[in-house]
């Protein structure tokens, strides 16, 4: 996948497409609200899945029943990827099957 640097209009554009995601600085985040503390957890891990599986980790934070996500390209110098959106709109698909909102 490709590390090249996106352009703020296409960041805009990736986010518009990604509702809950949020820029934050240099990055993009987003924080799920989870029914229990257990059901974060299991989240955390399938992200954790996800991450290794695209060798692209972001900063993952574990509260009692949220779980927050905040990620941009290290390789590309701190600027946001596509490889960033494809993160996130992974994460997305998985959240629901943990009750996530």
Known sequence: MPTEPLSQKEIE????ELPGW?????????TYRLG???????????????Q????HHSDLTL???TVALSVHTHSAGGALTELDF????RVDRIAPTHGAA
């Not at 949020?22 to 987003?30: C, E, N, Q, T, Y």
């Not at 290794?52 to 060798?55: A, I, K, R, T, Y």
């Open 13 to 16: 554009d990736r986010l518009r």
């Open 22 to 30: 949020s820029l934050d600085g240099d990055r993009i985040a987003r």
């Open 36 to 50: 229990t503390h257990f059901a974060a957890t299991a989240l955390v891990v399938h992200v954790a899945q996800i």
């Open 52 to 55: 290794e599986e695209l060798n």
């Open 63 to 65: 509260g009692y029943d």
């Open 86 to 89: 494809e993160l996130a709109t």
